[in-house]
């Protein structure tokens, strides 16, 4: 399965785009990649998920290179609603069934 | 449309004694999950369930923990006896396919004190 890393935590400022990189040296070629934000007392909730090249939607911007070996999930001007644990997971039904498996996260602290 | 719902949202126990946590999945969605995470730790998978059957329950830790879904729609987790490394926060999901790795929804979670 393959093993995500991703910082601990990063701090920005109100209306900065943050960008968080994942690296994912042994991403099989079935996997797809997923991020997903966690608010405090809530549970995790998905953002976006893509398999190689550049995916968009209302939330977030999704950067996968060819090699897939990373990925940089890009939040365009953020705002202090926007304080919350990102996680990178990298997987695929077909080898690890339904489960997801959850790395540490990284800690995203915006301030006014 | 309703999200997942859990229940309680919190519990406080004795160590020795039993609970049960309940979780509501979204409405149609055959897949569900339990997850954890005990304090400190990452999220960690549980079980899945395909309608009422066990797809998959290598995530459980000892038999203490029983997961029921019947008739394929609400489930319970009932953990008897409960032990202090039990405390945590229990996340339920639920999704329409897991074919193609699609997106989990998740409750609130339970969070579980055993004392």
């Known amino acids: 399965l393959a093993k995500t890393t991703q910082p601990i935590s990063m701090d920005s400022y109100e209306g900065q785009e943050v960008n968080i990189t994942c690296s994912h040296n042994?991403?099989?070629?079935?996997?797809?990649i997923t991020w997903y934000q966690q608010f405090p007392s809530q549970g995790p909730r998905f953002i976006i998920q893509?398999?190689?090249t550049k995916v968009t939607n209302e939330v977030a911007s999704l950067f996968i290179p060819a090699d897939r070996k990373s990925s940089t999930l890009s939040l365009p001007r953020v705002s202090l609603s926007d304080t919350a644990v990102y996680y990178c997971l990298v997987g695929s039904s077909y080898n690890q069934g339904g489960k997801l498996i959850f790395g540490q996260g990284t800690e995203l602290s915006v301030k006014p | 449309e309703a999200g997942v719902t859990q229940f309680p949202s919190h519990s406080v126990i004795e160590k020795g004694q039993t609970v049960t946590l309940r979780c509501d999945p979204i409405?149609?969605?055959?897949?569900l999950y339990w997850y954890r995470r005990v304090m400190g730790k990452e999220i960690k998978f549980l079980l899945h369930?395909?309608?009422?059957?066990?797809?998959?329950e290598s995530g459980m830790p000892n038999n203490r923990f029983l997961a029921e879904r019947t008739g394929g729609t609400y489930s319970t987790l009932k953990v008897q006896p409960a032990e202090l490394e039990d405390s945590g926060v229990y996340f339920c999901?639920?999704?329409?396919?897991?074919?193609?790795?699609?997106?989990?929804?998740f409750g609130p979670g339970t969070r579980l004190t055993v004392t």
């Open positions: 409405s149609g969605h055959d897949n």
């Open positions: 369930f395909v309608k009422e059957s066990k797809q998959d």
């Open positions: 042994n991403i099989a070629t079935n996997d797809y």
């Open positions: 999901a639920s999704s329409q396919d897991y074919g193609g790795f699609y997106e989990q929804y």
């Open positions: 893509g398999y190689k």
